[in-house]
């Protein structure tokens, strides 16, 4: 039996829950650590990209799911993990001692609980989509899930914005509290029983985990996914810790208006992914390989326009950054929809595996992306003012991402969503 259309809306709910409280922590907590706390943004940057290097026994964790074949209480249990995590987090920031001290020792604490939480709850949920679903239901499947994830970070984005203003310690904890006890019920809710109904009782693997990583990473077509996967993502983070800090540093943003910022940038993306998964699954226009590029080429462009935004004053900065969540969209939702149907390749049993594999390649990069664009940041403001200083790892993230566009055209084949198993990669 494979997952209905129903479940698979009812798994996209806990992905809605992990953007939800993902982005607390890599949005909301970061702004204020860097702006209303004065905290260096390298601080800042360095827990988040902390949660985001912790993230790399995500290949453990989808072994782990594979060889036991109960995903539920990985996932479950992961989101309670990164629930406290971000709670305890945020606790440091309202009371304002998350650089310093036992605040920051408290605040390292928890973003490896984040990290922890997100890994075992995120990567299960891929694995049970994965291993759960019909063939040529597995790219619509990832459209979906990651549109209601979308969804949710565009949402608590924008309302967390509206009801931040004015910041106080206590509001913040009040809508903390809220976020993080909701997606937790929310996700016991939504995946309770759908493991048992749709998998087939089995018994556990005793492949030891080194053998088990080592059988998947022999597979060709896992490795140069793999490499793909951190150029682009590396490109598609750079500006994550920046983009707020930039928006109240530069064009004097509020809290809350900063925080709406990233709400509009991931409403782009949910239509950008939209447009994509309409136009390849159901009008028949384009694939994989085009939609990826021209995803990548168009952020380039877009990051372009927003460092010479801060150079002339002109303050179309929201509808600049909107634009840029739009061709991020694109580049996402088809590099998702070629990791979910890669996923099923190769050897059975292992969709875990193969996709903790890429989930690790994805946070190293978040990490290394986002720790990277933080640090040259407070490096270039101390010769440089503002504007200049994000202008210009702006304009490094838009190399990458030509970078990340050409790599896209030579190794993802024209392979429509649609397909059940498509030749993704040369030689294949």
Wanted: charged content about 10%; hydrophobic content about 55%.
């Amino acid at each position: 039996m494979t997952l209905s259309w129903l479940q698979i809306v009812r798994l996209g709910l806990v992905q809605l829950c992990l953007g939800a409280v993902v982005v607390l922590t890599t949005s909301t907590l970061n702004r204020l650590m860097v702006v209303e706390l004065a905290l260096p943004a390298m601080l800042s940057g360095a827990l988040v990209a902390l949660h985001s290097f912790v993230q790399i026994t995500r290949p453990s964790w989808g072994f782990w799911s594979d060889a036991q074949g109960k995903r539920t209480r990985f996932i479950i249990g992961g989101m309670a993990v990164l629930s406290c995590g971000a709670a305890l987090a945020s606790l440091m920031v309202a009371l304002a001692v998350a650089g310093q001290g036992w605040g920051l020792a408290v605040s390292v604490l928890a973003y490896v609980l984040i990290g922890v939480g997100a890994g075992a709850s995120g990567t299960s949920l891929l694995a049970l989509l994965a291993s759960g679903c019909a063939p040529d239901r597995r790219a619509a499947a990832a459209t979906i899930t990651w549109l209601m994830m979308i969804f949710g970070i565009a949402v608590t984005s924008g309302a967390i914005g509206t009801l931040l203003d004015p910041y106080s310690p206590r509001r913040l904890m009040v809508i903390v509290a809220i976020v993080t006890l909701g997606a937790v019920l929310i996700t016991a809710a939504a995946v309770a029983g759908i493991e048992r109904k749709v998998m087939p009782a089995r018994l556990p693997d005793e492949t030891p985990l080194r053998k088990g990583l080592a059988e998947v990473w022999a597979e060709r077509r896992t490795r140069i996914f793999t490499l793909f996967i951190f150029l682009s993502m590396t490109a598609f983070f750079l500006q994550e810790l920046i983009l707020e800090p930039y928006a109240g540093l530069v064009f004097q943003f509020t809290p809350g208006q900063s925080t709406s910022l990233s709400g509009a940038q991931h409403a782009g993306m949910f239509v950008g992914m939209l447009a994509v998964g309409i136009a390849v699954s159901g009008l028949k226009i384009g694939s994989l390989r085009g939609w990826a590029a021209a995803g990548c080429f168009g952020s380039a462009a877009m990051l372009t326009v927003i460092a010479g935004l801060g150079q002339v004053g002109i303050g179309l900065l929201t509808p600049a950054v909107t634009l840029l969540g739009v061709f991020s969209g694109m580049f996402a939702i088809a590099s998702i929809g070629a990791m979910m149907q890669l996923a099923g390749q190769g050897r059975a049993g292992r969709e875990g595996t193969r996709m903790g594999v890429w989930g690790a390649s994805q946070a190293i990069a978040q990490g290394l992306g986002g720790f990277a664009g933080a640090a040259l940041v407070d490096l270039l403001r101390l010769s440089r003012d503002s504007a200049d200083a994000f202008g210009m790892v702006f304009l490094i993230e838009a190399f990458l991402f030509v970078a990340a566009g050409l790599m896209a055209l030579r190794i993802i084949g024209g392979a429509r969503l649609r397909a059940a198993a498509p030749q993704l990669l040369p030689g294949e």
